[in-house]
């Protein structure tokens, strides 16, 4: 609340070991959004650790790895801009037609599912990279079933739907970590 008189903003007053109090007046107010906004961008950076590393120490027998990297990269920084900034919910609400689609009640679901159709496309294409790193295949196997309860409690308006997504998020940071030692681990260098 507004603690403090010459301040307009929500301050927060806390206690420190029972003796010592401070006032906190933060910038950002945190929300699930913010935390799985933080582990996808965490996803999208270390795609892009993974590329770079790629680029410099690989050549041409890496080139499939390097562009399985860089999109993954370019689709993570996507997707955590859109968790921090409702892209999807903003497209959405500027396309009302995509509601009179059968089987869609909100614009922006048609949205996610397209983003959904594009993530299997991607998957698809670069199968192979993924058939070659089993290590991660829990991860994204785990992630893959939390996005899809998380899906559905979304539906349902279950308050515990954004913890289940932050923890598939960062599911999938440990899975593009997982994916990208074995990548790294199992290339040929050039010196």
Known sequence: GQILPYTGGHEYEILVFGKYTIYVEPEIYLSPDIFNGIAILGAAYISLTYAAILLHRGGANVAMELWFFGIMSVGMFYLAADELFGIHESLGHNMQFLAKIPGV????????????????????????????????????????VLFAISALLDLTAFRFEEIIEIAASLLVLAGIMSLGFSVTRTETWRE
């Open 105 to 144: 009640s909100r614009p922006d679901d048609f949205i996610i599912a397209m983003y959904g159709v594009g993530a299997l496309a991607y998957l698809v294409f670069f199968r192979s990279i993924f058939l070659s790193a089993r290590q991660c295949y829990w991860y994204f196997g785990a992630a893959l």
